[in-house]
């Protein structure tokens, strides 16, 4: 079975200073995809950015790095030069290559970014 | 409009009456995905559908009914609402001709059942 952890529930950062969100996960499948999801107080989930298991480069995307270390497991989001407009819950998410690609979610972290 | 919509944003009903959550994308994906996002529980699974007239039940189907006779829609309904379905409700969408499967997520559904 798949789980993903996120063991920070809130976050604290200055603006444009950088921020690390931890993420692990636990798979015993060797292809399996990795993301990170964006829900302002909106309320809309907005996709971030995608990193495949067998990618040797991590992901960016402007902002947003994926730090993949595939030995520990681990899967942490990368924001620099943070925004006000960063201040939302962040999720981290998998899912495997087989079968029917339903993704396991964590549970979130709450960034709050001040001026 | 282009994406994935949501209708009504917003919904109020009685305990014990049928209402039907709505879900439409444009980009002919082949899946699409029912959440609910309750505080403490994060988002959960209720059905999802790998493609018009397959759907399947995720973690917690009980009392929903989902259909998807057309690839865009896949609408969610519940038979008799009770107050323990008063939650937000996404729907999503994926596909990737790269294999990443990224989901795109509705604005929600912010149900209320009294």
């Known amino acids: 079975a798949q789980k993903i952890t996120q063991t920070q529930p809130g976050m604290f950062v200055q603006e444009k200073e950088a921020v690390t969100l931890d993420c692990t996960y636990d798979?015993?499948?060797?292809?399996?995809?990795l993301f990170w999801y964006k829900q302002p107080s909106s309320g809309e989930m907005i996709f971030l950015i995608y990193?495949?298991?067998?990618?040797?480069q991590n992901a960016t995307e402007g902002r947003y790095s994926l730090n993949f270390q595939k030995a520990r497991k681990s899967a942490n989001l990368v924001i620099s030069a943070s925004q006000l407009g960063d201040s939302a819950m962040y999720f981290c998410?998998?899912?495997?290559?087989?079968?029917?690609?339903?993704?396991?979610f964590g549970r979130g972290t709450s960034l709050i970014v001040h001026p | 409009d282009a994406g994935i919509t949501q209708s009504p944003r917003y919904k109020i009903t009685e305990t014990g009456r049928q209402v039907t959550l709505m879900c439409h994308q444009t980009?002919?994906?082949?899946?699409m995905f029912w959440y609910r996002q309750d505080l403490g529980h994060g988002l959960r699974l209720i059905y999802y559908?790998?493609?018009?007239?397959?759907?399947d039940k995720g973690e917690v189907p009980d009392g929903y009914v989902v259909s998807r006779s057309k690839t865009e829609n896949f609408p969610l309904t519940l038979e008799s609402a009770t107050r323990s379905q008063t939650s937000v409700y996404f729907c999503?969408?994926?596909?990737?001709?790269?294999?990443?499967?990224?989901?795109?997520f509705g604005p929600g559904t912010r149900l209320t059942v009294t």
């Open positions: 990193q495949g298991s067998y990618d040797e």
């Open positions: 798979t015993s499948d060797q292809s399996y995809g």
């Open positions: 980009w002919s994906h082949s899946y």
């Open positions: 559908s790998a493609a018009a007239d397959i759907t």
């Open positions: 998410a998998m899912r495997n290559s087989g079968g029917s690609y339903i993704p396991t």
């Open positions: 999503a969408s994926s596909e990737s001709a790269t294999g990443g499967y990224e989901q795109y």
